[in-house]
T-cell receptor, first 114, second 110 residues
């Protein structure tokens, strides 16, 4: 089925470990986004990529890096995980940067940092 | 960052009842979106609103873009158990980003 695929679905890390969250979309969308979701705080934008070859910071970029590998793939890296990064991470894509048609979201990665 | 105030935070209702929830902001938005998130899944777009005063329906769901452009409302009529989930509003401030409310968790008792 067409959509946004995130891997892994669950991950437990120790403080200081690093990991990369993967995201791929097969809808030929230009723009991709990474959000984190914390209880009572809704979705907050970490980084986004308006088009292949560009990336920009969102609301909460500290402690993260991203790579837009190609048009399909947008990865999020935690270089040195901290307990404050325990969250559910969602990748999303949209056809046009700033489109009013909204985003298509993946099913999320649940990350726990102990 | 921008703040969207979404209320209520949670609701417990009986099957068949109507539901209302809203989002307000101190900023003027160009677009309002409403999403539903099922447990363990990502949000799914329900309704998109593009101009002030617009009223749009999607089945039993109706949403309105407030006249002031600072608020939006979502109504669900005759609720059913599968309406359970978290409902998020999202506002587009400028052309490049959406800001999300903190969600309304809906529980429906059969």
């Amino acid at each position: 089925n067409a959509g946004v695929t995130q891997t892994p679905k669950f991950q437990v890390l120790k403080t200081g470990q690093s990991m990369t969250l993967q995201c791929a979309q097969d809808m030929n969308h230009n723009s991709m986004y990474w959000y984190r979701q914390d209880p009572g705080m809704g979705l907050r934008l970490i980084y986004y990529s308006a088009s292949e070859g560009t990336t920009d910071k969102g609301e909460v970029p500290n402690g993260y890096n991203v790579s837009r590998l190609n048009k399909r793939e947008f990865s999020l890296r935690l270089e040195s995980a901290a307990p404050s990064q325990t969250s559910v991470y969602f990748c999303a894509s949209s056809g046009t940067f700033g489109t009013s048609y909204g985003y298509t979201f993946g099913s999320g990665t649940r990350l726990t940092v102990v | 960052g921008q703040q969207l105030n979404q209320s209520p935070q949670s609701m417990f209702i009986q099957e068949g009842e109507d539901v209302s929830m809203n989002c307000t902001s101190s900023s003027i938005f160009n677009t309002w979106l409403w999403y539903k998130q099922d447990p363990g899944e990502g949000p799914v777009l329900l309704i998109a609103l593009y101009k002030a005063g617009e009223l749009t329906s999607n089945g039993r769901l109706t949403a309105q873009f407030g006249i002031t452009r600072k608020d939006s409302f979502l109504n669900i009529s005759a609720s059913i158990p599968s309406d359970v989930g978290i409902y998020f509003c999202a506002g587009q401030l400028n052309f490049n980003k959406f800001y999300f409310g903190s969600g309304t968790k809906l529980n429906v008792k059969p």
